[in-house]
């Protein structure tokens, strides 16, 4: 299994980006998917996840109605698109993925995943 986090930057704060998570040697559609970040001296905080079936995709209350994860399964790729970021947001963001059925994106989020890929930093300039 291979992810592959891109799209981090520099952004001014109200500015957006764009992570894209490409997946190789296993197909995405069946996997539950979600977007992690690191701060330094922070703990990892889950920012949204959703199952393999779909469902609700999970938020965290700190991103909620700012950023919006999307799949293309055609691509074998997951989006996390940010708008309206903050110098809070600053962070190394992860992508992950499982192959765990019967749970909830919310599951994932707060418990963590099984397959990571490497980091994309992300800072937020004020």
């Known amino acids: 299994f291979q992810l592959q986090a891109s799209g981090g930057g520099l952004v001014q704060a109200g500015g957006s980006l764009r992570l894209a998570c490409a997946a190789s040697r296993f197909t995405l559609d069946s996997y539950a998917i979600g977007w992690f970040r690191q701060a330094p001296g922070k703990e990892r905080e889950g920012v949204s996840c959703?199952?393999?079936?779909?469902?609700?995709?999970y938020y965290a209350d700190s991103v909620n109605g700012r950023f919006n994860l999307s799949r293309d399964n055609a691509k074998n790729t997951v989006y996390l698109q940010m708008n309206n970021l903050k110098p809070e947001d600053t962070a190394v963001y992860y992508c992950a993925a499982d192959s765990r059925s019967g749970y909830t994106g919310s599951y994932f989020c707060l418990g963590g995943m099984d397959y990571w890929g490497k980091g994309t930093q992300v800072t937020v300039s004020s």
């Open positions: 959703i199952s393999g079936s779909g469902g609700v995709t």
